[in-house]
């Protein structure tokens, strides 16, 4: 799988200010980094499979402290080597990445916070 970079504009949940979002996602791991304060956090991968067609749905329907973040890249799919969109669900406790081609899901657990001190 190639690692992706992408970027969510919203209201960071260390800082409080709108800054860009830095995320990136690798095969193991995955980081989302505010440009603004540089607070971190840490995701581990748990577990891989062909989950339930609804699971995004599931998850993201879900209220939380902080909101949910949804997002989609075309991509190809480590399981069915399609390229097709791939659903993006960042949680306060995890990332989902879902092939809607084939439902092949990648989830990562929420591991740690890295909060940078001025």
């Known amino acids: ?7 969510y504009t919203t209201k ?8 860009d979002q830095i995320i990136e996602i690798y095969s193991n791991q995955a980081f989302v980094k505010c440009s603004n ?3 971190t ?4 991968l748990k ?16 209220k939380m402290k ?11 799919c480590y399981n069915c080597k399609k390229y097709a969109p791939q ?17 092949f899901t990648r989830f990562y657990r929420f591991h740690m916070v890295d909060v940078q001190k001025s």
């Open 37 to 39: 304060c540089g607070a």
């Open 66 to 76: 902080y909101d949910n973040w949804f997002l989609e890249k075309n991509a190809k």
């Open 47 to 62: 577990k891989v499979g062909i989950e339930e067609d609804n699971i995004i749905e599931i998850e993201k329907d879900k």
């Open 1 to 7: 799988m190639d690692s992706w970079k992408l970027i």
């Open 12 to 19: 960071c949940y260390n800082c409080g200010k709108v800054a």
């Open 41 to 44: 956090r840490y995701y581990i």
């Open 87 to 103: 659903d993006i669900l960042i949680t306060e406790s995890g990332m989902y990445v879902r092939c809607r081609n084939c439902g």
